[in-house]
């Protein structure tokens, strides 16, 4: 295969990585505070992903190119945690579908070595990321069915501890930077 080709192929797979990259530590910061297991999960894939597209850029690199920084446009519709992780899943089918493709048209050995590890991780995140749809499922439900005195009681608990005054540090109040 042409070196120009090669460049564009990983070049095309960099773009996504940028993607899952943006949309994990999206999903990760948002859930954050109400959703920890499922916010580490989210924010240590895309760790795996940084580092994917670190030995892509190596490889452009050593081919003559330039990494790109470009992705491909994000699509932040998900309202849930469950429909967060089920985009998570979606984007790991569709670079598990790619990297396979990818493997198919490299002819060098040690490329396709990597495409198949990077490929075999994403098979990994796929199943950490249907893991995660099945826990958001389960924490939705049993909101749901969480009785509304109850609700009731812990909003006026909330209340209470933001009527509270905050300690000052150097000028700042703890926990203004969140508020805002």
Request: proline fraction near 3%; aromatic fraction near 6%.
């Amino acid at each position: 295969m042409d070196p120009k080709k090669i460049i564009e192929l990983l070049n095309y797979d960099i773009s996504h990585e940028i993607e899952a990259i943006l949309t994990y530590l999206r999903h990760s910061f948002v859930l954050h505070d109400d959703y920890c297991k499922l916010s580490r999960r989210a924010e240590e894939i895309a760790r795996d992903e940084m580092r994917h597209m670190e030995w892509l850029s190596e490889w452009v690199v050593d081919f003559g190119g330039t990494p790109t920084v470009e992705h491909v446009e994000l699509i932040f519709s998900e309202k849930t945690p469950a429909e967060m992780m089920l985009r998570n899943v979606e984007l790991e089918k569709q670079a598990i579908s790619d990297y396979q493709k990818h493997i198919e048209m490299v002819e060098d050995p040690n490329l396709k070595r990597l495409l198949g590890k990077i490929k075999f991780e994403e098979e990994d995140h796929l199943g950490e990321f249907r893991k995660s749809v099945e826990e958001a499922l389960a924490a939705e439900k049993s909101e749901s069915e969480q009785p509304v005195e109850n609700t009731e009681k812990a909003e006026s608990e909330q209340s209470k501890e933001e009527a509270k005054p905050q300690k000052e540090v150097g000028g700042l109040t703890v926990g203004s930077l969140k508020q805002g």
